[in-house]
T-cell receptor, first 113, second 114 residues
Framework: DGGITQSPKYLFRKEGQNVTLSCEQN?????MYWYRQDPGQGLRLIYYSQIVNDFQKGDIAEGYSVSREKKESFPLTVTSAQKNPTAFYLC????????????FGSGTRLTVV | AQSVTQLGSHVSVSEGALVLLRCNYSSSVPPYLFWYVQYPNQGLQLLLKYTTGATLVKGINGFEAEFKKSETSFHLTKPSAHMSDAAEYFCAVSDPGSARQLTFGSGTQLTVLP
């Protein structure tokens, strides 16, 4: 079955460490997105990519980086510059020419220890 | 810029009662509108969507929503709540002319009381 796989489901980061969250899709979708979810704040867009080798900053990109070397993959790196990284991170994808909603992964919960 | 307001961060209903979750949006162009449901520690699942055409849209699990342009609203309803409906619900808006990012509301946590 097609879908989006996020790994790991739970991730712990020490102060000053960079960590990378994986997002892989086999839906042949062109566009991919990373969102951060905090209680009571809904979902906020971190980065998005509409085609391979191209991506744009969202509303809260500071302290994060991404790459899009393959259509199927859109990893997110949470750098040490992100001062409050503890959150639930969601990856999503969409067909480029369809405004019919996104497909979401099951999320990664990142905790700073 | 688009925005979405969900009135009520927490809503409680009794099992069998009407579910009404409110969503108002702001958009400079006719938007595409969505409702998503999220169970704990899971991703978002699409409940229903409005793009064009009929303003009353039906979704999964017995939910429906009506697009009212004059009220800039897209409220979610279900005639009879079930215990399994307890979850967080997000309204979202997409501007068809933009880079097609979704703007989400802050969510409504639905509790179903026995």
């Amino acid at each position: 079955d097609g879908g989006i796989t996020q790994s790991p489901k739970y991730l712990f980061r020490k102060e000053g460490q960079n960590v990378t969250l994986s997002c892989e899709q086999n839906l042949n979708h062109d566009a991919m997105y990373w969102y951060r979810q905090d209680p009571g704040q809904g979902l906020r867009l971190i980065y998005y990519s509409q085609i391979v080798n191209d991506f744009q900053k969202g509303d809260i990109a500071e302290g994060y980086s991404v790459s899009r070397e393959k259509k199927e993959s859109f990893p997110l790196t949470v750098t040490s510059a992100q001062k409050n990284p503890t959150a639930f991170y969601l990856c999503a994808s969409r067909e480029q020419e369809a405004n019919y909603g996104y497909t979401f992964g099951s999320g990664t919960r990142l905790t700073v220890v | 810029a688009q925005s979405v307001t969900q009135l009520g961060s927490h809503v409680s209903v009794s099992e069998g009662a009407l579910v009404l979750l409110r969503c108002n949006y702001s958009s400079s162009v006719p938007p595409y509108l969505f409702w998503y449901v999220q169970y704990p520690n899971q991703g978002l699942q699409l409940l229903l969507k409005y793009t064009t055409g009929a303003t009353l849209v039906k979704g999964i699990n017995g939910f429906e929503a009506e697009f009212k342009k004059s009220e800039t609203s897209f409220h979610l309803t279900k005639p009879s709540a079930h215990m399994s409906d307890a979850a967080e619900y997000f309204c979202a808006v997409s501007d068809p002319g933009s880079a097609r990012q979704l703007t989400f509301g802050s969510g409504t946590q639905l509790t179903v009381l026995p």
